[in-house]
């Protein structure tokens, strides 16, 4: 069965940190992934697709890399409204299953 | 815009079909997926359906249960779900699925509506 894992499950930081969630597959997807953020209350918002492309709107402090089995979501420098839970999801293909989600808060 | 409705309070083993509709695009033109997400709990992919609605693709589990659909002269989107249980307890997004050539394509969930809740409870 395809696997995703998540990675951490959850992170505190402070304001201006710069942090990185891990997402790993274990089949190469290429770079069928994609990012989403999540505010308590609100439905997903795309952030990356692509694994590097980022969605119109996003903030240029939110980046993604990787290919094949390991990819990764940076944030250069925490704003206030960057303490949310994260998502990845494969779309390489269906089930286009979604990792268990990173929650950071705030330190 | 998408406007999810249909949710509710049910039994175990009963039915029910949630609705999205849609404004504000050509809604024929996109693939459209549903998407839930139990309390506290992560994002689960249900079901998604083609642009005509001439192929549909489910999560494993729900199968055989659930049945996507959709009316373009409504600009409407379905969730059929039959067999309820209880851990079909969820808040369910409609989600429309776009594609960005680069030049490979690459899809993505890029408008969500803001959810029906669904709760199986006898």
């Known amino acids: 069965d395809f696997q995703m894992t998540q990675s951490p499950s959850s992170l505190s930081a402070s304001v201006g940190d710069r942090v990185t969630i891990t997402c790993r597959t274990s089949?190469?997807?290429?770079?069928?992934l994609n990012w989403y953020q999540q505010r308590p209350g609100k439905p997903p918002r795309l952030l990356i697709y692509?694994?590097?492309i980022l969605h119109s709107g996003v903030p240029s402090r939110f980046s993604g890399g990787g290919s094949g089995t390991d990819f990764t979501l940076t944030i250069s420098s925490l704003q206030p409204e960057d303490f949310a839970t994260y998502f990845c999801?494969?779309?390489?293909?269906?089930?286009?299953?979604f990792g268990q989600g990173t929650k950071l808060e705030i330190k | 815009q998408l406007v999810e409705s249909g949710g509710g309070v049910v039994q175990p083993g009963t039915s029910l079909r949630l609705s999205c509709s849609v404004s504000g695009f050509t809604f024929r033109n996109f693939f459209m997926s549903w998407v839930r997400q139990a309390p506290g709990k992560g994002l689960e992919w249900v079901a998604q359906?083609?642009?005509?609605?001439?192929?549909?693709h489910y999560a494993g589990s729900l199968r055989g249960r659930f049945t996507i659909s959709r009316d373009n002269s409504k600009n409407t989107l379905y969730l059929q779900m039959n067999n309820l249980r209880v851990d079909d307890t969820a808040v369910y997004y409609c989600?429309?699925?776009?594609?960005?050539?680069?030049?490979?394509?690459?899809?993505?969930?890029?408008?969500w509506g803001e959810g029906t809740a669904v709760t199986v409870t006898s």
């Open positions: 089949q190469d997807i290429n770079v069928f």
């Open positions: 999801q494969q779309n390489y293909h269906v089930p286009y299953i």
């Open positions: 692509a694994a590097t």
């Open positions: 989600v429309r699925r776009s594609v960005s050539c680069h030049p490979l394509c690459y899809y993505y969930l890029d408008v």
């Open positions: 359906l083609t642009d005509d609605g001439s192929a549909r």
